[in-house]
C-alpha cells in the first residue's frame, strides 16, 4: 500500500478513519417538478439516502450537487464540526485537493493557445535552471502534464516521518504537526522530487502520477506569463469560468463558511485530527484550491464546452494514457484530467485528497449529467500486518453515493464502479 495524498479517482474510495456524530438533516436545492425518477435524472430522495448513508457509515459531513441536463439539486449530510455539531452545508468552501491540476492544466494549455510555450518542447527551453542537463532535454512539457516525466513525487520527502508507513511499528505522524505552519518554497519541493531515483524513462507508454510535475509546471507558468502562477490561473481559469469562490489559499485558513477536516491516517490518528488549519505551500499549483461543489461543476461544464481552452487544446487535454496513480492503481489520465468509464457514459474531471479532505468532481462527454462531491474525512482504511488497507462501511457507501450521483435510477447504476 501507499501514501495516497491528492490521489486519484480511484484511490478517493479507499483513503481513509471513522468518525460518528448526530445526523443532521442536511440541505437540498430546488429540483423542478417532474426531474425525479426518471431513467437517468434526479432522484431527490435517493441521492439525500445516499449522503446519509455516508454520514451513517462514520464521515462526519458530506455535501454534494449533482446535475442533470439543467436541472440541480444540493444536499449535504452530517456536522462540520464533530465538537459543537454544527452541521455541513452544501454551500460550504473545501479543500479540493488535486483537482487543482485540471485548473494549472487548463492554464498552461492556454499558453499553449498564444504560442508562449510548445507542448512538445523541452522543459529546458524555459527552465534550464530548475530542471537541469540531458533530464531538462528529454522532459517536455506535455510529459509534466500526463505524469510521464519519471520525477518522483516529493511527498515522502517533505513528510519524513510517513516514509515507513505502512509498517507501522516504525512510522509516525509527527511530519503533518511539523509542517503545519512551514511555508515551503515550490523550489525546495521540486529539488526533493529531482534528487529522488527516476520512476520512469521519460514518455513511456505509462506515466506515475506526481505532485512534483506540477508544481514545475507553476513555474513554467509564472516564467512565460512574468506573473506568479496563481495570479494568472485566478484572473484567466477562475476568473473566466466565472467562479465566485474558488481561489488559492492566502494563509492556513479558509476564508468563508467551511467544514473542519479530519485526518485519520488509516488509524494512526485515532480519533481523527483537524488538519482545516494548514499552510497550503505544500502542494501550490498541484493541490491547493478551496471551491464549492457548485463552482466546480460550473469550472467543468464551461472547460468541457471549450469556454475556457480551445477545442483542439481539450482535445489534447483528454488524449489519456495508462497512468500509476499514488495509490498503485491504474487510472486513464490525459493533461489535467482523469477519464472514467461507466455503464451509464464516460465521464471526465479529477479528485483530490488533502489532509482531512477529499473532493471528486466528475462531468459527462456531453456535459448533461455533473457531480461534484466533499467528505471531511480521509484516509478511514485500517492496513493489517502487511499493509494491506482493510474494507470498511464506508467504502460501500461511497460508491453508492458515486453511482446515484452518476447514473441516477438507470438500470445500469448498479454496476457503476468510478
Given at each position: 500500500m501507499r501514501l495516497v495524498l491528492c490521489g486519484s479517482v480511484a484511490a478517493?474510495?479507499?483513503?481513509?478513519?471513522?468518525?460518528?456524530?448526530?445526523?443532521?438533516?442536511?440541505?437540498?436545492?430546488?429540483?423542478p417538478a417532474g426531474s425525479a425518477r426518471t431513467s437517468a435524472g434526479l432522484d431527490p430522495a435517493e441521492l439525500k439516502s445516499?449522503?446519509?448513508?455516508?454520514?451513517?457509515a462514520g464521515v462526519p459531513g458530506v455535501f454534494a450537487e449533482v446535475r442533470d441536463d439543467g436541472r440541480t439539486w444540493r444536499g449535504a449530510s452530517g456536522v462540520a464540526d464533530v465538537t459543537t455539531g454544527r452541521p455541513v452545508r452544501s454551500d460550504m468552501r473545501h479543500r479540493v485537493g488535486s483537482v487543482t491540476k485540471t485548473f494549472t492544466a487548463?492554464?498552461?494549455?492556454?499558453?499553449?493557445?498564444?504560442?508562449?510555450?510548445?507542448?512538445?518542447?523541452?522543459?529546458?527551453?524555459?527552465?534550464?535552471?530548475?530542471v537541469p542537463g540531458e533530464r531538462g532535454r528529454k522532459i517536455t512539457v506535455r510529459m509534466l502534464l500526463?505524469?510521464?516525466?519519471?520525477?518522483?513525487?516529493?511527498?515522502?520527502?517533505?513528510?519524513?516521518?510517513?516514509?515507513?508507513?505502512?509498517?507501522?511499528?516504525?512510522?509516525?505522524?509527527?511530519?503533518?504537526?511539523?509542517?503545519?505552519?512551514?511555508?515551503?518554497?515550490p523550489g525546495e519541493l521540486i529539488a526533493m522530487g529531482l534528487s529522488a531515483p527516476p520512476v520512469g524513462e521519460p514518455g513511456g507508454p505509462t506515466?506515475?502520477?506526481?505532485?512534483?510535475?506540477?508544481?514545475i509546471l507553476g513555474e513554467l507558468l509564472e516564467e512565460v506569463t512574468g506573473v506568479p502562477a496563481e495570479e494568472y490561473i485566478t484572473r484567466n481559469v477562475i476568473e473566466r469560468a466565472g467562479l465566485r469562490h474558488t481561489g488559492f489559499p492566502t494563509g492556513p485558513r479558509i476564508e468563508g463558511p467551511h467544514s473542519r477536516l479530519y485526518e485519520s491516517f488509516y488509524g494512526l490518528i485515532d480519533p481523527p485530527r483537524d488538519y482545516s488549519v494548514y499552510d497550503m505551500s505544500w502542494v501550490g499549483t498541484g493541490a491547493a484550491l478551496v471551491s464549492t461543489m457548485e463552482d466546480l461543476n460550473r469550472f467543468y461544464a464551461r472547460l468541457l464546452d471549450g469556454r475556457i481552452v480551445s477545442r483542439s487544446s481539450l482535445a489534447e487535454m483528454q488524449r489519456t494514457i495508462p497512468v500509476r496513480a499514488l495509490d498503485g492503481s491504474m487510472i486513464q489520465y490525459g493533461l489535467g484530467l482523469h477519464r472514467v468509464?461507466?455503464?451509464?457514459?464516460?465521464?471526465?474531471?479529477?479528485?483530490?485528497?488533502?489532509?482531512?479532505?477529499?473532493?471528486?468532481?466528475?462531468?459527462?462527454?456531453?456535459?448533461?449529467?455533473?457531480?461534484?462531491?466533499?467528505?471531511n474525512l480521509i484516509r478511514?482504511?485500517?492496513?493489517?500486518?502487511?499493509?494491506?488497507?482493510?474494507?470498511?462501511?464506508?467504502?460501500?457507501?461511497?460508491?453508492?453515493?458515486?453511482?446515484?450521483?452518476?447514473?441516477?435510477?438507470?438500470?445500469?447504476?448498479?454496476e457503476t464502479t468510478p
Open positions: 478517493l474510495g479507499v483513503c481513509a478513519g471513522m468518525v460518528t456524530a448526530a445526523a443532521s438533516p442536511g440541505d437540498a436545492g430546488p429540483v445516499a449522503l446519509d448513508g455516508v454520514h451513517g487548463a492554464a498552461v494549455m492556454q499558453q499553449v493557445e498564444r504560442g508562449r510555450i510548445g507542448l512538445d518542447a523541452p522543459i529546458a527551453d524555459y527552465l534550464p535552471q530548475l500526463n505524469n510521464t516525466s519519471g520525477i518522483p513525487d516529493y511527498l515522502p520527502h517533505a513528510f519524513p516521518s510517513l516514509r515507513a508507513f505502512p509498517s507501522l511499528p516504525d512510522v509516525s505522524t509527527e511530519s503533518l504537526d511539523d509542517n503545519r505552519f512551514r511555508t515551503f518554497r506515466g506515475v502520477y506526481s505532485n512534483t510535475n506540477w508544481l468509464e461507466t455503464p451509464c457514459g464516460t465521464f471526465w474531471g479529477h479528485d483530490g485528497t488533502v489532509w482531512g479532505a477529499g473532493t471528486m468532481s466528475l462531468t459527462r462527454a456531453d456535459g448533461k449529467r455533473q457531480m461534484s462531491v466533499a467528505i478511514w482504511n485500517k492496513p493489517d500486518a502487511s499493509g494491506k488497507p482493510q474494507p470498511h462501511p464506508i467504502d460501500g457507501a461511497i460508491k453508492s453515493l458515486y453511482q446515484q450521483a452518476m447514473c441516477g435510477g438507470s438500470s445500469t447504476a448498479a
